[in-house]
């Protein structure tokens, strides 16, 4: 009886540490991954981002030609 209890144990402890290795390697995996998607939104966002302003730079810029051509005109 006590040989197989230090069989099983024996056992049980080498399947826990396959599945906790297991774990680790996937795990570093999903890490690659979300890294990889990370630095794409990020590049999205600035790209995004700059668009933006540009459109608010020329909006400005318009605003103010016209607020200008107005004055000119007094």
Known sequence: MN???KRFERRLIEEVSRLRLEFH???????VELHEQ???TRV???K???LFWIGQVAATGLLLAYMLR???RI
């Not at 390697?25 to 999903?30: C, E, F, T």
């Open 38 to 40: 990370l630095a794409t």
């Open 25 to 31: 390697d996937g795990l570093a995996g999903v890490r």
């Open 48 to 50: 995004w981002s700059f």
């Open 3 to 5: 040989l197989a209890a």
């Open 70 to 72: 107005g004055v000119a």
């Open 44 to 46: 999205e966002t600035f």
